[in-house]
């Protein structure tokens, strides 16, 4: 990785450990981004009719990265977006587990519009018990949760979404996988969830205005949806109430720099070799989780999980904040403490520095 490392200008001056609040931009990406531009200004409209070929080029590519039907790949500018869209489309008679502290973007929308919701703690060890529990007593007909937690980065095993589908086979599915996708091979065709969406602009490291819903095709019948524009009929007056599915999450254009920075991201991570990055992830995860339990920083919810994401929220207040930043080490205060955040570009040195700063200033 040493290599690739060398991609990112930024950590020639930092310690970058803040992903899961923004990805950072690489060489070539900033030179295919100015490549766009160029072309751009030459070519005007002539340019940007051909880049919709662009757009499907990336729709192929999503659904190749992450094993997703094509047709079953709707592009968004935000998972945020994708949400609000596709639960305007939910019968409200649905009951809705959520997750207490679960980001906002994906628990608002659904207390927004009225549903019959309720809600577990992340904040013990025993979270899917919990979970499963809540769907057996209370005749949960929907779970939507975060595959990876943005406060504290529990990660929920995959293996349990096929536990609950085995148990509960009717259940509704739906994971945001913004912490999430980017970190490890990930399947969704042969995993258990039914509708996943992203934003790409932390993990996959492709900049703002992009991002993707995924979807299992027997799930769309679970949703009537009615966003519409121009883009919906692919620019066809007489397909206004003729077209697929997911072209309700893009009724108009799709900027060809934002999901042509999705593209080059997604084949970039293909050429760096995805099983690599997650060997990568796992090892500065685990060494992580390691350092930072002796020094107890860690809630008792994260220690006695058996697995954990590459997020960490230990204890620290301001003074220590400042040191880190004193320190050349960009990350986040979040809920309280100070959360950081490992990508593949990081290093076991990294995290050894950070463990120093913290040493120095508790």
């Known amino acids: ?38 072309d751009y200004l030459l070519g005007g409209s002539n340019f940007k009719i051909k880049g919709l070929k662009l757009i499907e080029e990336t729709r192929k590519t999503v659904g190749a990265f992450f094993n997703c039907k094509t047709e079953n790949v709707a592009l968004v500018q935000n998972v945020s977006l994708g949400f609000n869209i596709l639960l305007e489309g939910l019968d409200k008679k649905n009951k809705v587990l959520l997750l207490e502290s679960d980001f906002p973007s994906l628990n608002w929308p659904f207390e927004s519009r009225g549903f019959e919701v309720s809600f577990v703690s992340s904040d013990n060890g025993i979270l899917e018990d919990n979970i499963y529990s809540t769907i057996k007593n209370k ?163 994260v220690v006695n999980r058996t697995s954990h994401s590459t997020i960490f929220n230990i204890k620290g207040g301001q003074k220590l904040f400042d040191a880190l930043a004193n320190n050349n080490i960009i990350c986040s205060q979040r809920g309280g403490g100070i959360r950081f955040s490992f990508h593949f570009y990081n290093t076991v040195k990294n995290i050894k520095n950070v463990i120093d700063v913290i040493k120095k200033n508790s």
């Open 139 to 301: 005749g949960i007909t929907v779970l939507a949760v975060s595959v990876v937690q943005w406060l504290n980065g529990i990660k929920i095993d995959l293996n349990f979404f096929k536990k609950l589908k085995t148990d509960f086979p009717n259940l509704l599915i739906i994971a945001d996988g913004t912490q999430y996708c980017g970190t490890e091979t990930f399947d969704f065709d042969n995993s258990c969830i039914d509708v996943l969406g992203a934003s790409a602009y932390k993990w996959l490291l492709a900049g703002s205005g992009n991002g993707f819903m995924l979807f299992k095709e027997e799930v769309k019948k679970h949703f009537n949806l009615h966003t519409i524009g121009f883009n919906s009929s692919g620019g066809i007056i007489e397909n206004q109430n003729n077209f697929n599915f997911i072209k309700h999450f893009e009724p108009g254009h799709l900027d060809t720099l934002s999901f042509g920075s999705l593209k080059w991201s997604l084949d970039y991570f293909t050429t760096i070799g995805k099983d690599k990055i997650e060997t990568t992830i796992k090892e500065l995860g685990n060494y992580a989780f390691k350092e930072f339990s002796k020094l107890n920083l860690l809630d008792g919810a």
């Open 1 to 38: 990785m040493q290599k690739i490392i060398k991609d990112f200008p930024i950590l020639n001056q930092y310690i970058y450990a803040n992903t899961a609040a923004y990805g950072i931009m690489y060489d070539s990406l900033l030179d295919w981004r100015q490549e766009h531009d160029l």
